[in-house]
């Protein structure tokens, strides 16, 4: 299994500025993930981030607006950048660990941009 | 296109009975798929995960069966808690596009005392 934690937990932040969400996990990971969860929907996936080199970016994200760093096999970060209420969202943070294939989720980074 | 479509929407149901939730996919080549469960505030939790050879997958309470000919997928849940107040989330992974998973908008599920 896979301990995946995130900060912060939640914020609120007003229009144009940029957040850092950070992610932990307890153990090496090759792949992780970035996804989004607008209110009532289901998850969307923003990107997946591979250590040591550039993260890949699902169709209607961009790498200029949600800049995202993996310096080690543990952590990773994702900025949502000149953020408009249209950002409003819980982001989550996840990996793909042990050999059943299993994806393992932090607890989620709920954004509220006024 | 892969979609996911998960029924009902919404459930209440009453402390002690059982239910069931329903996924159908249209993702294919199918490699396997996941049932998590998602309490208000939290991540997903992953609940049971089949490949297309398995047509069953039980984790205490929860009970999923696969029909991989039909492309559909049942949650049970027996005997109900309180604490499986949540959303259920059917999860397909297609991994001919590069580990793609397709995610179903959820079952938001309520239990009553």
């Known amino acids: 299994s896979a301990v995946i934690s995130q900060k912060p937990s939640r914020d609120i932040c007003q229009r144009g500025t940029s957040l850092t969400i950070q992610c932990q996990v307890d153990?090496?990971?090759?792949?992780m993930f970035w996804y989004r969860q607008q209110p009532g929907q289901s998850l969307t996936l923003i990107a997946t981030?591979?250590?040591?080199?550039?993260?890949?970016?699902e169709s209607g994200f961009v790498i200029d607006k949600f800049p995202i760093s993996r310096p080690n096999l543990t952590f990773s970060t994702l900025t949502v950048s000149n953020m408009s209420p249209e950002d409003s969202s819980i982001y989550l943070c996840?990996?793909?660990?042990?050999?059943?294939?299993?994806?393992?989720f932090g607890p989620g980074t709920r954004l509220t941009v006024l | 296109k892969n979609q996911v479509e998960q029924s009902p929407q919404s459930l209440i149901i009453l402390e002690g009975k059982n239910c069931t939730l329903q996924?159908?996919?249209?993702?294919?080549?199918?490699?396997?798929l996941r049932w998590y469960k998602q309490d208000t505030g939290r991540g997903p939790v992953s609940l049971t995960i089949?490949?297309?050879?398995?047509n069953t997958k039980s984790n205490g309470r929860y009970t999923a069966t696969l029909d991989a000919d039909t492309k559909q997928s049942s949650l049970h849940i027996t005997a109900s808690q309180l604490s499986d107040s949540a959303s259920y989330i059917c999860?397909?992974?297609?991994?001919?596009?590069?580990?793609?998973?397709?995610f179903g908008g959820g079952t938001r599920l309520m239990v009553k005392p």
């Open positions: 153990s090496q990971v090759t792949m």
């Open positions: 996840s990996v793909e660990a042990g050999n059943t294939d299993t994806q393992y």
């Open positions: 089949m490949t297309f050879s398995e």
């Open positions: 999860v397909v992974n297609n991994y001919n596009a590069g580990n793609m998973l397709t």
């Open positions: 981030a591979n250590q040591g080199s550039e993260a890949t970016y």
């Open positions: 996924c159908n996919y249209t993702v294919s080549p199918f490699s396997n």
